[in-house]
Every structure is written in structure tokens, then in C-alpha cells.
């Protein structure tokens, strides 16, 4: 191993070095059919992503990886005539009754989580991106870089020439400037020369968790320079010093998680006050305390509630929430005990996700009711604030940063999309936050996030309307009563994912994520007969 890593390698060098290696990467494509030279879905309901409601139906045209007509073909509820029609395709997809949609975008997102080798063999890359494949997810900002900037980029390059089934990537890599997590960079000037560097890589942005004041400030201003996109998840660590509004005045592209905003409402305090004995490295600690954080916080409607949120819309600044990541707070039992974890969740990391002190995430073995209510009134304060901003202009967009804190690739970006709705984005509101907000926060809004002639083909499929109840989009589905048969019923909506007119088969994908488990779970059963063999 070198002694001083590339630019962009930082964290996954320091990784490396304590028994956390890249996660194994995609190096085939065994599913997905086309592009074709021309693919017609036929008689779909389209709702296009813009806020827009449904209408249809419509034949949509893609050519290769484009669309290249979108053609209104009847009224709802009389006979569509042939003569309205657009030619025949070499492939197509009956889409009457069913509904299409933009692909979803995943603005806060890991390839994989090296932490998990600690606790026996790792998910590889390919059950992630199927996962998120299988959810609707076409585009997935990877924030941080776990696995190294050079080994994002091969995957981003190997996504684009349809070499293995995954979404588009767009690559964020950590800034190591953090004394609790990795720190290389001590000046500013150290910070542009290295950003200059990681640019040169061909990184599309950065992922921030904070960094002494002179540096993030030069560091942001360099970003701007080199068209580096930026988001920053404000660690207790660093935020006294530079709370969201702070970091958006500097000029930073995205606030990730809550970190920052309730610091940045504070009227009657400057510092969070913590608990006697807090201790920022014991994370029952560290999470049990941030419950607190936007209840010591300014109240709704205040004066000083609405000088944050008006210099927020001001400067044109984007949130993404990721409300799924802390969703167990409020109820780790439900969390612990979702549908899909049997079938779904990849061994070691379901083990990663058990209480264990030094884990990241791991945090429940003290975790109580008092607890879990702290974070019923944090949620409660923290959507009031992002409903309003939204409803007053502001953009809000959808990010799950899954593989942590019983949160399954996927599976927590679909809870994503339920919690927008609980603080109070009606469903089309939500829709567009997944696409069209977030392709405009990436920078992608000209290629995809809606549906328009002329943009990359990223579709949905569905046999059933998303906008009446998202948990039908939930890999396993939701459970229904069949009245016809008098029988409970798993019924799920996506039918298929296309990914620059590549079209995945949808049950066929999650019947293989399902055997990959199913062999993970066989091979250390196995192993665990000889105990030296046996996983972590």
C-alpha cells in the first residue's frame, strides 16, 4: 500500500489499513435487455416528473437510449385507434393501465459500506445497484467515496457503457479535513491543490463533514471555481463553527441530514447543550443527544425561524433530508423487523446493524422509550421546517444513505418517499422532489428527471399508480386482501426499471437478489461447521 494516498483515496487508504477493504466491484452485466434501435411503450399514464398530473394514454418512443416521441393517443375510457399510433417498434411494452414515470434519483447514496467486512464478507457492488435498480432508482449520487475515487469512476464508466446493470453514478469523494475521521488537508492551500487534483480525476463534487472555518471557506469558493459540486454533512464536530447557513453563505450546493439547520436556529444559545458525561465517540451518546437538537432550537413561526428560512430561499440552497436513516430512532423495533430483512438483507451487514458499542449506527443497547419519543418531536420540527420551505419555493430533495442503521439499499429509499409524504409533500410533491428537483441539484436536469422528448431514457414501468400509496413500490410489496379470492396478497407495482433504454425485468431482478442472499447465508452456514473458517 503506498505510503500517501492519491487524491480521493484518503479514506478508503485508512480503511484499508484497519481490515476494511473496497467493497468487491461489478465487473459483468448478467440482466437487462437492449437498448433497441426503437422500443415503443404503448397506451401508459404518464406522470412526467414536473408536479404535473397523470394524463394518457401515450405511446412513448425511445431510440436507443433516448426518447424520441411522446404521442397523446386516445381519451381514457374509449378505444384508441391505430391511425393516432407512432410505427411499430423492434421491441415494445404494453402499457395499458399501466403508469410510467421518470427515474428515481437518489441524491444521498454508498456503493456499499466497507465497515461491513468487519463483520464477515461484504455486499458486493452488484447486489447494491440491483437493489436500487429494483427500487426505481437511475441515478444514485454517491456521497463519499468509500471505496476510492478511482474505483467510483471505473464504476461510473463501466454503468455508462451498459457493462454492468447499474444507475448512473455521480461521484462525490470525502474532504479529509475532519481531526475525528481523517485529516490530511491543514491549509487552504493544501485544500485547492487538492481539489484541483481530485477535479482532474474526474470527480463530479465533494462530500464535506466539516473543516476548520478558513479552510472551508476557501475550499468552497475553489469548488465553485472548478465546477465541483458540493454537500455537507455538519458533524456535532465542526458545526459551532459553521452551522448550514453559514456553509450556504460560502457557497455550498447541499445541506445532508438535519446537521446544521437547528445550529442555525438557535436564538437563545450558540452551542447544543449536551448531557453530563456526553462524549462525542459513544454513539448512544452522540445520536440520543441529537434528538434534542431542534428542540433548543427557535419555534415555528418565530422571527428567527422565518430571517433563517427567508436567507435559505434567498440563496437558492437545497436540502436532503434523508429522514430514513434516523427513522429507527422513532421506532427501532418496527425498523428492526421491517418485511424484506429475511430475504433481502445481506448477512454481514444485518450483523453490522446489531448493538455493539464502536459501531457505526450501532447504538441500541440503551436505546429507550424517552429516546424514541426525542426523536418523534425532532422529526416533527425538522419536516415542519422542510414542508414550509418547500412550500414557500425551496427544493428539497430525496436521499436514503442506506447500509446504515437498519436501512436496506432500496428498501430506505421507498421509506424516503413515505416520510416526504408525512411531513406533508402530497404525493406529486414527492414524485418531483425524486426526480426533476433532484436531477437539478445534480446538475443532470438536462439529460433526466422528467419525462420530455429529447432526455435520456430513465422510465418507470408500473402496473399501479405510485401516487396512491408508495409502499407498493417497496420491492416485497405491501400486503393487500384479495376480495375476489378471499386470500392476503404481496402485490408490488414496478414492472420495469429502463436505465438509458436498458429495460430490467423487475421480479425476474429480485428473484436473483433474493439467491444471492439465500447463497450468502449458505455459504457461511456451512463455513460455521469448521469455527476457524466461521464469519467475524
Known sequence: MDAKPQTGEEITWRNQKNGMPPVPASTGRDCGAGPFKRLVLRGATIIDGTGAPPWGPADI???????????????????????????????????????????LIDCHAHAGVPYHALHGTPAPADYVYKLWLAHGVTTAREMGGF??????????????????????????????????????????????????????????????????????????????????RTGCHH???????????????????SAEHYYGLPEALYDNRVVQSYPAGYNYNDEYFRFSSAGQTFQQAAEPGSAKWNEVMERFLAL??????????????????????ADWHDDYTWPSMWRFFQPARG?????????STGNEIDWKQHYRLWMTFLN?????????CTGSDSGFIFQTYGFGYVRELELLQEAGFNPLEVLRSATIQSAELLGVDAETGSIETGKRADLLVLDENPLEDFKLLYATGALRLNDATGQVEWRQALRHTIRAGLVFDIPAMLADIRKMVADQKALEAEAAKTPETAPA
Open 147 to 228: 471505496s476510492g475515487l478511482g474505483w467510483m469512476l471505473e464504476q461510473k464508466k463501466a454503468s455508462q457503457e451498459n457493462r454492468i446493470a447499474a444507475p448512473h453514478l455521480v461521484v462525490h469523494s470525502y474532504f479529509p479535513a475532519v481531526n475525528d475521521m481523517l485529516k490530511t488537508l491543514h491549509t487552504p492551500d493544501e485544500a485547492r491543490s487538492w481539489l484541483r487534483d481530485l477535479k482532474s480525476r474526474g470527480a463530479d463534487g465533494v462530500k464535506f463533514f466539516g473543516a476548520p472555518p478558513a479552510i472551508m471557506k476557501a475550499a468552497l469558493a475553489e469548488c465553485r471555481e472548478l465546477g465541483l
Open 235 to 253: 458533524a456535532q464536530q465542526a458545526v459551532t463553527r459553521m452551522n448550514a447557513l453559514t456553509t450556504a453563505e460560502w457557497g455550498l450546493t
Open 388 to 396: 414550509e420551505y418547500k412550500n414557500r419555493g425551496g427544493r428539497v
Open 61 to 103: 418512443v425511445i431510440e436507443n437510449d433516448r426518447i424520441a416521441a411522446i404521442v397523446a393517443v386516445g381519451t381514457p375510457g374509449k378505444p384508441i385507434s391505430p391511425s393516432r399510433r407512432p410505427a411499430a417498434g423492434d421491441q415494445e411494452i404494453d402499457c395499458h393501465g399501466k403508469f410510467v414515470t421518470p427515474g
Open 359 to 367: 459501531g457505526h449506527g450501532s447504538y441500541w443497547f440503551k436505546w
Open 316 to 337: 437558492d440552497f437545497t436540502f436532503v433530508p434523508t429522514f430514513s436513516i434516523y427513522d429507527a430512532n422513532r421506532d427501532v423495533m418496527r425498523t428492526r423487523r
